[in-house]
T-cell receptor, first 112, second 114 residues
Framework: SQQGEEDPQALSIQEGENATMNCSYK?????LQWYRQNSGRGLVHLIL?????REKHSGRLRVTLDTSKKSSSLLITASRAADTASYFC????????????FGIGTKLQVIP | EAQVTQNPRYLITVTGKKLTVTCSQN?????MSWYRQDPGLGLRQIYY???????DKGDVPEGYKVSRKEKRNFPLILESPSPNQTSLYFC?????????????FGDGTRLSIL
């Protein structure tokens, strides 16, 4: 099974609304990262949250991490059509510093 | 411009015909990695390299080879491709193999093995 599993797998919202995506994982982690993938392109790093952090902000992005529940959420506020993409969480296991495990992603569609 | 460059971007070939996908980065990164992306399975790591002449298997290494003779290049070799290797492949690099380094991805190579 996937280390990082995103929920929902697909999300469709109107422009201006907030979008929330969740990620669950199974093992102890060093950090958790979120990436974005536009159709047909490579992944782009959005934000990294370390295991000792609970919340992090970057522009319209807000990430939370709950290590007791082994889960993270990515909130995109005031969404725009240009936010349409797939979003992946990636975990870096503690003790395995070069091992990055990606989930299967959430496909977000923002309707203008 | 800092980038990871993969070639080719698209390739259709036949079973058994050896092929190489090149990957080059211009950021002097130590760590490089190959992934394959399949519907419903997300990205799975094939091989990674922590530095020149240092490579190791990821989650799905069978049927693939890599080499890291110079820091900037990390080619992926399919000695005898099979249809189950039809996939979208990504090369990525990061400054080092430390846990808090974000990865920079190429734009992908779509391989179809007939």
């Amino acid at each position: 099974s996937q280390q990082g599993e995103e929920d929902p797998q697909a999300l469709s919202i109107q422009e201006g609304e907030n979008a929330t995506m969740n990620c669950s994982y199974k093992t102890s982690i060093n950090n958790l990262q979120w990436y974005r993938q536009n159709s047909g392109r490579g992944l782009v790093h959005l934000i990294l949250i370390r295991s000792n952090e609970r919340e992090k902000h970057s522009g319209r992005l807000r990430v939370t991490l709950d290590t007791s529940k082994k889960s993270s959420s990515l909130l995109i506020t005031a969404s725009r059509a240009a936010d349409t993409a797939s979003y992946f969480c990636a975990t870096v296991n503690s003790g395995g510093y070069q091992k990055v495990t990606f989930g299967i992603g959430t496909k977000l569609q923002v309707i203008p | 411009e800092a980038q990871v460059t993969q070639n080719p971007r698209y390739l259709i070939t036949v079973t058994g015909k050896k092929l190489t996908v090149t990957c080059s980065q211009n950021m002097n990164h130590e760590y490089m990695s190959w992934y394959r992306q399949d519907p419903g399975l997300g990205l799975r790591q094939i091989y990674y390299s922590m530095n020149v002449e240092v490579t190791d298997k990821g989650d799905v290494p069978e049927g693939y080879k890599v080499s890291r003779k110079e820091k900037r290049n990390f080619p992926l070799i399919l000695e005898s491709p099979s249809p189950n290797q039809t996939s979208l492949y990504f090369c990525a690099s990061s400054w080092d193999s430390g846990p808090n380094q974000p990865q920079h991805f190429g734009d992908g190579t779509r391989l179809s093995i007939l």
